[in-house]
């Protein structure tokens, strides 16, 4: 029979099921030399120079971290199994992996106890009331309302630009928290001081104290009480602040001097976070730990918790609505879920392959962002505990996350000297904000949706919506201010007749 057109010969067919074979083949072998490397490669970083001491290769190069370093193990790995060497496999005992799975417990403290228990009643309230009111939404909600919603809130978030700024310190800034009345930011600097500016006039406030002493080195964090301005004492405790002079300070906002100074990092303090509930910090450090302090009026302020779990620096923190989970990341690109309800890490975030700087929850409980070094952002399901969608945000490291109140929007900040808005209904990117001149610190969103910045270029930025309800209440008190700036330049100019 004759071969019709289109057919394949027989030897053709033979050709290419050989073609197949031969790249199954190599596939399988391509496989099989990576489970080899894998298992020849240690995770901790002292097992990574050992080995390559052993190796004969150097133990750093200048500039190297643990990720690198062990990225180019695996690289002298993979060149030793081409070159037809036999690697070799790190084993565990059957004793020794025992021990690596078997639960450590330590009898915790009194107060450990304590704050745990009312950590426990703070949260499950907490809990209730959001799945209440979330129910409540839910049943109010049609698909025209959410259409409708999407819609003018993308066209809302388009619309954001910046309104005012202002330099907020002698040195780069590092941190920037909107007070929970959103009339005020707080900023902190590398030159060891905290200032209080008024929004949106974006002036030093004078109705209460406004730079704040008491840090020997930078001023690395800062963070409100959830009642500042709304019913705690000028002389209690407002705000927390966290330095690379491994102390947590806490202050009133009708001194310059800090109410109390808390220590027992060994190391300086990366990050801070207030508990919702406002009787507690958290803190992340240098020292692998991330420590809980106990700051109730009235209790003898300490750290209750100082917390193991990290294998290298922690830096990110950040605490759920409901206070029940505190999000953690490290600078070896690990992410850590803990409950403060019992201590157990509960989810490890895998996947960013550098630094995790920072992290964030959203304010529906579930969902949260995480950022770093490797320029991406993850979005994460904690009901399912996995990664809803990985995002290439910036064009340089991602230095902080931060969902609005409503968790209608996320923004980002980053070392490429902008800001981004996303939407979190379908994780699309709504508008880039541009207006600092170096790597930005950080960001935080107040409760009517404005946004404040601050950077390295040692200023802070308001941002805000063009067609808000509010806009022309800010451009009249910025012409109010401009009118006044002026009239005082013009005060200031010398009489030519009283010169002579």
Not at 82 to 101: C, F, N
Not at 327 to 344: K, N, P, V
Request: aromatic letters at 6%; a negative charge.
């Amino acid at each position: 029979m004759s071969e019709q057109p289109g057919d394949v010969s027989e030897s053709a067919r033979k050709a290419l099921d050989e073609k197949e074979a031969a790249m199954k083949a190599i596939q399988e072998s391509q496989a099989s030399r990576s489970k080899e490397v894998e298992a020849s490669l240690p995770v901790l970083d002292p097992d990574v120079r050992v080995r390559l001491r052993e190796m004969g290769e150097p133990v750093t190069l200048f500039g190297e971290g643990p990720y690198e370093r062990r990225l180019r193990l695996r690289q002298v790995l993979a060149g030793e199994l081409l070159s037809g060497k036999t690697l070799q496999k790190i084993t565990v005992s059957k004793t020794a992996a025992k021990k690596q799975t078997e639960r450590f417990m330590t009898k915790g403290s009194e107060a450990l106890r304590e704050a745990r228990l009312e950590i426990t009643s703070y949260s499950l309230k907490a809990a209730r009331e959001r799945i209440a009111k979330q129910q409540q939404q839910h049943t109010d909600t049609t698909i025209d309302s959410i259409e409708s919603k999407r819609s003018k809130q993308q066209s809302l978030l388009s619309g954001y630009t910046t309104f005012a700024s202002q330099v907020g310190g002698d040195r780069p800034l590092s941190g920037i928290k909107v007070s929970p009345d959103a009339k005020r930011a707080l900023i902190s600097s590398w030159d060891s001081k905290i200032r209080l500016f008024d929004i949106p006039e974006c002036d030093k406030t004078q109705d209460y104290k406004n730079t704040f002493h008491g840090h020997k080195d930078r001023v690395t964090g800062v963070c409100w009480h959830p009642n500042a301005f709304v019913s705690q004492s000028n002389s209690s405790l407002n705000f927390a602040s966290c330095s690379a002079d491994k102390s947590v300070k806490l202050w009133g906002v009708d001194s310059e001097n800090p109410i109390e100074t808390l220590g027992g990092h060994s190391d300086r303090i990366n990050k801070i976070a207030m508990h919702p509930s406002g009787s507690f910090v958290a803190t992340t450090s240098q020292d692998r730990t991330w420590r809980l302090w106990d700051v109730t009026a009235g209790r003898q302020s300490y750290g209750v918790l100082d917390q193991e779990g990290h294998a290298s620096p922690v830096y990110g923190i950040d605490i759920q609505s409901d206070g029940s989970l505190v999000a953690t990341g490290d600078t070896s690109g690990i992410g850590r879920i803990w409950d403060l309800r019992h201590g157990y890490s509960i989810f490890v975030l895998q996947g960013h392959q550098k630094q995790v700087l920072a992290v964030s929850f959203s304010p529906n409980g579930w969902l949260m962002c995480t950022g770093g070094d490797d320029n991406i952002i993850k979005l994460w399901d904690l009901r399912r505990r996995e990664v809803l969608k990985t995002i290439s945000a910036h064009g340089g490291l991602i230095s902080s996350a931060k969902f609005d109140p409503s968790g209608d929007f996320l923004v980002t900040t980053s070392y490429d000297t902008t800001l981004k808005i996303w939407d979190t209904s379908d994780f699309s990117h709504i508008r880039t904000l541009r207006g600092h001149d170096d790597k930005v610190m950080s960001c935080d969103i107040s409760n009517d949706g404005s946004i404040v910045s601050c950077a390295f270029d040692r200023t802070w930025k308001y941002w805000n919506k063009q067609t808000s309800v509010g806009d022309d209440e800010i451009d009249e008190l910025l012409l109010d201010k401009a009118r006044a700036e002026t009239e005082s330049d013009l005060d200031n100019i010398p009489n030519s007749d009283s010169e002579g």
